[in-house]
Protein backbone atom coordinates (compact mmCIF):
# COMPACT_ATOMS: atom_id res chain seq x y z
CA UNK A 1 0.00 0.00 0.00
CA UNK A 2 1.14 3.62 -0.78
CA UNK A 3 0.70 4.72 2.64
CA UNK A 4 2.72 1.69 4.14
CA UNK A 5 -0.61 0.76 6.97
CA UNK A 6 -0.82 -2.91 6.99
CA UNK A 7 -4.24 -4.97 5.87
CA UNK A 8 -3.38 -8.00 7.86
CA UNK A 9 -4.69 -9.12 11.25
CA UNK A 10 -1.80 -8.80 13.47
CA UNK A 11 -0.89 -12.02 15.86
CA UNK A 12 -2.77 -10.87 18.73
CA UNK A 13 -6.00 -10.62 16.61
CA UNK A 14 -6.40 -7.57 17.90
CA UNK A 15 -5.80 -4.43 15.37
CA UNK A 16 -7.00 -1.12 15.63
CA UNK A 17 -9.50 -0.76 12.37
CA UNK A 18 -9.90 2.62 10.54
CA UNK A 19 -12.06 3.17 7.41
CA UNK A 20 -9.96 4.12 4.50
CA UNK A 21 -12.24 6.98 3.40
CA UNK A 22 -11.26 8.40 6.60
CA UNK A 23 -8.17 7.85 7.38
CA UNK A 24 -6.58 11.19 5.70
CA UNK A 25 -9.94 13.52 6.97
CA UNK A 26 -9.39 15.73 9.67
CA UNK A 27 -7.95 14.88 13.39
CA UNK A 28 -11.88 14.96 14.54
CA UNK A 29 -12.66 12.72 11.76
CA UNK A 30 -10.31 10.11 12.52
CA UNK A 31 -11.11 9.98 16.35
CA UNK A 32 -15.01 9.56 15.41
CA UNK A 33 -14.00 6.90 12.72
CA UNK A 34 -12.22 4.65 15.96
CA UNK A 35 -15.66 5.53 18.06
CA UNK A 36 -17.98 4.45 15.39
CA UNK A 37 -15.20 1.34 14.73
CA UNK A 38 -15.61 0.27 18.33
CA UNK A 39 -19.46 1.35 18.33
CA UNK A 40 -19.75 -0.94 15.92
CA UNK A 41 -17.84 -3.92 17.34
CA UNK A 42 -19.97 -3.57 20.64
CA UNK A 43 -23.21 -3.86 18.43
CA UNK A 44 -21.93 -7.51 17.28
CA UNK A 45 -21.37 -8.25 20.81
CA UNK A 46 -17.73 -8.60 20.93
CA UNK A 47 -16.48 -8.16 24.76
CA UNK A 48 -13.60 -5.28 25.87
CA UNK A 49 -11.15 -8.30 26.32
CA UNK A 50 -11.63 -8.68 22.49
CA UNK A 51 -11.12 -5.46 20.93
CA UNK A 52 -7.61 -3.93 20.53
CA UNK A 53 -6.84 -2.16 23.94
CA UNK A 54 -5.68 1.00 21.61
CA UNK A 55 -8.61 1.20 19.99
CA UNK A 56 -10.12 1.39 23.55
CA UNK A 57 -7.64 4.12 24.60
CA UNK A 58 -8.91 6.48 22.03
CA UNK A 59 -12.45 5.60 22.36
CA UNK A 60 -12.72 6.52 26.02
CA UNK A 61 -10.34 9.69 26.28
CA UNK A 62 -12.63 10.74 23.63
CA UNK A 63 -15.52 9.81 25.92
CA UNK A 64 -13.93 11.56 28.58
CA UNK A 65 -13.31 14.88 26.70
CA UNK A 66 -17.14 15.00 25.09
CA UNK A 67 -18.53 14.16 28.81
CA UNK A 68 -16.18 16.93 30.19
CA UNK A 69 -17.30 19.61 27.93
CA UNK A 70 -20.78 18.99 28.44
CA UNK A 71 -21.38 19.00 32.13
CA UNK A 72 -17.42 18.94 33.48
CA UNK A 73 -16.73 16.04 35.30
CA UNK A 74 -19.78 15.46 37.06
CA UNK A 75 -21.34 14.67 33.52
CA UNK A 76 -18.02 11.77 33.11
CA UNK A 77 -19.28 10.17 36.47
CA UNK A 78 -22.56 10.31 35.73
CA UNK A 79 -22.11 8.32 32.23
CA UNK A 80 -18.99 6.21 32.78
CA UNK A 81 -20.66 2.73 33.64
CA UNK A 82 -17.82 1.64 35.28
CA UNK A 83 -15.21 4.56 36.27
CA UNK A 84 -12.44 1.49 37.84
CA UNK A 85 -12.05 0.06 34.34
CA UNK A 86 -12.61 3.31 32.01
CA UNK A 87 -10.23 5.45 33.88
CA UNK A 88 -7.70 3.08 33.46
CA UNK A 89 -8.32 3.10 29.65
CA UNK A 90 -8.00 7.06 29.72
CA UNK A 91 -5.07 6.82 32.10
CA UNK A 92 -2.88 4.70 29.83
CA UNK A 93 -4.45 6.54 26.18
CA UNK A 94 -3.65 10.29 28.06
CA UNK A 95 0.02 8.84 28.36
CA UNK A 96 0.48 7.28 25.47
CA UNK A 97 -0.63 10.05 23.13
CA UNK A 98 1.86 12.39 24.99
CA UNK A 99 -0.85 14.33 27.06
CA UNK A 100 1.30 14.55 29.66
CA UNK A 101 -0.94 17.59 30.91
CA UNK A 102 -3.56 16.17 30.84
CA UNK A 103 -3.06 13.13 32.41
CA UNK A 104 -1.83 15.19 35.40
CA UNK A 105 -5.09 17.23 35.62
CA UNK A 106 -7.53 13.76 35.05
CA UNK A 107 -5.02 12.21 38.34
CA UNK A 108 -5.90 14.84 40.28
CA UNK A 109 -9.43 15.30 39.44
CA UNK A 110 -10.18 11.92 40.00
CA UNK A 111 -8.38 12.47 43.36
CA UNK A 112 -10.35 15.33 44.18
CA UNK A 113 -13.87 13.92 43.59
CA UNK A 114 -12.95 10.67 45.22
CA UNK A 115 -12.10 12.45 48.52
CA UNK A 116 -15.25 14.06 48.01
CA UNK A 117 -17.83 13.31 51.72
CA UNK A 118 -21.22 11.72 50.02
CA UNK A 119 -22.66 14.88 50.76
CA UNK A 120 -20.18 16.91 49.16
CA UNK A 121 -20.08 14.00 45.68
CA UNK A 122 -24.22 14.36 45.61
CA UNK A 123 -23.56 18.79 46.06
CA UNK A 124 -21.19 18.96 43.38
CA UNK A 125 -23.10 16.48 40.95
CA UNK A 126 -26.11 18.44 41.30
CA UNK A 127 -24.39 21.68 41.08
CA UNK A 128 -25.72 22.31 37.43
CA UNK A 129 -29.21 22.20 38.41
CA UNK A 130 -28.57 24.41 41.40
CA UNK A 131 -27.28 26.82 38.87
CA UNK A 132 -29.88 26.37 36.32
CA UNK A 133 -32.35 27.59 39.32
CA UNK A 134 -30.09 30.05 40.89
CA UNK A 135 -27.84 31.57 38.51
CA UNK A 136 -25.90 33.72 41.24
CA UNK A 137 -25.74 31.26 43.90
CA UNK A 138 -23.14 29.52 45.65
CA UNK A 139 -21.92 32.07 48.66
CA UNK A 140 -22.50 28.62 51.01
CA UNK A 141 -20.50 25.98 48.10
CA UNK A 142 -18.29 23.51 50.39
CA UNK A 143 -14.83 23.35 49.41
CA UNK A 144 -14.52 20.60 47.58
CA UNK A 145 -17.23 21.49 45.39
CA UNK A 146 -15.48 25.09 44.60
CA UNK A 147 -12.23 22.72 43.82
CA UNK A 148 -14.00 20.83 41.27
CA UNK A 149 -15.46 23.33 39.50
CA UNK A 150 -11.85 25.12 39.79
CA UNK A 151 -10.69 21.46 38.17
CA UNK A 152 -13.44 21.59 35.45
CA UNK A 153 -12.56 25.28 34.12
CA UNK A 154 -8.52 24.15 34.75
CA UNK A 155 -9.93 21.43 31.77
CA UNK A 156 -11.46 23.81 29.37
CA UNK A 157 -8.33 26.00 29.38
CA UNK A 158 -5.81 23.46 28.95
CA UNK A 159 -7.35 22.35 25.94
CA UNK A 160 -6.10 25.76 24.29
CA UNK A 161 -2.66 24.66 24.56
CA UNK A 162 -2.90 20.85 24.75
CA UNK A 163 -5.64 19.40 22.19
CA UNK A 164 -6.96 15.92 23.03
CA UNK A 165 -8.15 15.60 19.52
CA UNK A 166 -5.12 16.45 17.92
CA UNK A 167 -3.07 14.15 20.02
CA UNK A 168 -5.83 11.39 19.97
CA UNK A 169 -5.90 11.41 15.59
CA UNK A 170 -1.64 11.40 15.35
CA UNK A 171 -1.45 8.44 17.67
CA UNK A 172 -4.27 6.19 16.25
CA UNK A 173 -2.76 7.08 12.54
CA UNK A 174 0.77 5.64 14.09
CA UNK A 175 -0.51 2.64 15.61
CA UNK A 176 1.61 -0.11 14.62
CA UNK A 177 -0.83 -2.86 13.77
CA UNK A 178 -3.12 -0.42 12.25
CA UNK A 179 -6.12 -1.76 9.69
CA UNK A 180 -6.94 0.41 7.15
CA UNK A 181 -10.33 -0.91 5.45
CA UNK A 182 -12.89 -0.43 3.20
CA UNK A 183 -16.69 -0.70 4.26
CA UNK A 184 -16.81 -4.17 2.76
CA UNK A 185 -13.88 -5.39 3.80
CA UNK A 186 -14.39 -3.77 7.54
CA UNK A 187 -17.90 -5.15 7.72
CA UNK A 188 -15.61 -8.73 6.75
CA UNK A 189 -13.36 -8.03 9.58
CA UNK A 190 -15.68 -7.71 12.18
CA UNK A 191 -17.42 -10.65 10.82
CA UNK A 192 -14.82 -12.60 10.96
CA UNK A 193 -14.01 -11.37 14.80
CA UNK A 194 -17.31 -12.65 15.89
CA UNK A 195 -17.03 -16.31 14.14
CA UNK A 196 -14.09 -16.42 16.87
CA UNK A 197 -16.74 -15.90 19.65
CA UNK A 198 -16.57 -19.32 21.61
CA UNK A 199 -20.55 -18.57 23.00
CA UNK A 200 -21.87 -16.49 20.61
CA UNK A 201 -25.49 -17.96 20.97
CA UNK A 202 -25.32 -17.23 24.47
CA UNK A 203 -24.39 -13.65 24.21
CA UNK A 204 -26.76 -13.44 21.52
CA UNK A 205 -29.95 -14.59 23.92
CA UNK A 206 -28.55 -12.39 26.60
CA UNK A 207 -29.02 -9.38 24.49
CA UNK A 208 -31.97 -9.91 23.16
CA UNK A 209 -33.57 -10.39 26.52
CA UNK A 210 -31.61 -7.18 27.36
CA UNK A 211 -33.11 -5.62 24.51
CA UNK A 212 -36.88 -7.03 24.84
CA UNK A 213 -36.47 -5.47 28.80
CA UNK A 214 -35.36 -2.42 27.29
CA UNK A 215 -38.15 -2.40 24.42
CA UNK A 216 -41.41 -0.04 24.93
CA UNK A 217 -44.61 -2.16 25.59
CA UNK A 218 -46.04 -0.49 22.56
CA UNK A 219 -43.26 -1.53 20.36
CA UNK A 220 -43.93 -5.59 21.94
CA UNK A 221 -47.59 -5.04 21.32
CA UNK A 222 -47.05 -4.14 17.96
CA UNK A 223 -44.45 -6.59 16.79
CA UNK A 224 -46.48 -9.31 18.01
CA UNK A 225 -49.72 -8.24 16.31
CA UNK A 226 -46.92 -7.77 12.93
CA UNK A 227 -46.41 -11.53 13.55
CA UNK A 228 -49.79 -12.31 13.63
CA UNK A 229 -50.98 -10.61 10.90
CA UNK A 230 -47.05 -11.83 8.75
CA UNK A 231 -45.78 -8.35 8.30
CA UNK A 232 -42.67 -7.39 8.84
CA UNK A 233 -42.43 -3.99 10.82
CA UNK A 234 -40.50 -1.12 9.02
CA UNK A 235 -40.99 1.67 12.04
CA UNK A 236 -42.99 2.83 14.39
CA UNK A 237 -43.83 6.55 13.47
CA UNK A 238 -46.03 8.26 16.34
CA UNK A 239 -48.16 8.11 18.89
CA UNK A 240 -51.58 9.38 18.87
CA UNK A 241 -53.28 10.81 21.76
CA UNK A 242 -56.61 12.17 20.12
CA UNK A 243 -57.72 9.51 17.70
CA UNK A 244 -60.95 9.07 17.35
CA UNK A 245 -62.00 5.36 17.31
CA UNK A 246 -66.06 4.83 17.35
CA UNK A 247 -66.38 8.09 18.64
CA UNK A 248 -64.30 7.24 21.53
CA UNK A 249 -60.79 9.14 22.01
CA UNK A 250 -57.92 7.01 22.79
CA UNK A 251 -54.21 6.48 21.83
CA UNK A 252 -53.70 4.82 18.72
CA UNK A 253 -50.21 4.31 17.20
CA UNK A 254 -49.05 4.42 13.96
CA UNK A 255 -46.52 2.40 12.54
CA UNK A 256 -45.64 1.00 8.65
CA UNK A 257 -45.33 -2.62 7.94
CA UNK A 258 -43.66 -4.27 4.16
CA UNK A 259 -47.47 -3.61 3.57
CA UNK A 260 -48.46 -0.35 4.31
CA UNK A 261 -49.59 1.90 7.25
CA UNK A 262 -51.28 0.54 9.82
CA UNK A 263 -52.61 1.17 13.86
CA UNK A 264 -51.99 -0.28 16.95
CA UNK A 265 -55.31 0.35 19.35
CA UNK A 266 -55.31 -1.50 23.09
CA UNK A 267 -57.72 -1.70 25.86
CA UNK A 268 -57.34 -3.99 29.02
CA UNK A 269 -58.59 -6.90 27.34
CA UNK A 270 -56.99 -6.69 24.17
CA UNK A 271 -54.81 -4.99 21.40
CA UNK A 272 -55.78 -4.92 17.78
CA UNK A 273 -54.27 -3.96 14.13
CA UNK A 274 -56.44 -2.31 12.14
CA UNK A 275 -56.49 -0.47 8.36
CA UNK A 276 -56.33 3.49 8.80
CA UNK A 277 -59.23 3.85 6.22
CA UNK A 278 -60.99 0.37 6.34
CA UNK A 279 -60.81 0.06 9.78
CA UNK A 280 -60.47 -3.82 8.97
CA UNK A 281 -58.41 -5.67 12.02
CA UNK A 282 -55.81 -7.17 10.73
CA UNK A 283 -54.91 -9.30 14.05
CA UNK A 284 -55.69 -9.12 17.71
CA UNK A 285 -53.47 -10.19 20.72
CA UNK A 286 -55.56 -10.73 23.82
CA UNK A 287 -53.69 -9.51 27.24
CA UNK A 288 -53.10 -12.13 30.00
CA UNK A 289 -54.56 -10.61 33.37
CA UNK A 290 -51.91 -11.25 36.31
CA UNK A 291 -53.07 -12.03 40.24
CA UNK A 292 -51.80 -8.92 42.54
Request: aromatic share 8%; charged share 30%; net charge negative.
Amino acid sequence: MSNGLSTTLPATGYATVLPRELINGSDAEVVDANVEVVNAMYAELLDIEEISPNALRSYYVDFYLTQSLGGGFAQYVFTAPDREDIDAYIRAGLESMGASAHLDLFNRTVAAFDALSEEDADAYLDRDADLDADPEGGADVPDGVRQMEELDAEFETLLETEDLVALNAAWLRGQPDLLVLDDGELDRHIAERVSRIPNLAERQAEAAEDDLLDTPEFEIIIRELCDVAGHTLLKITMGDPNYDHDGQTTLAWHFTTDQGDFLMLDDEQEAVMIHPDTKEILAAVEFEVEDD
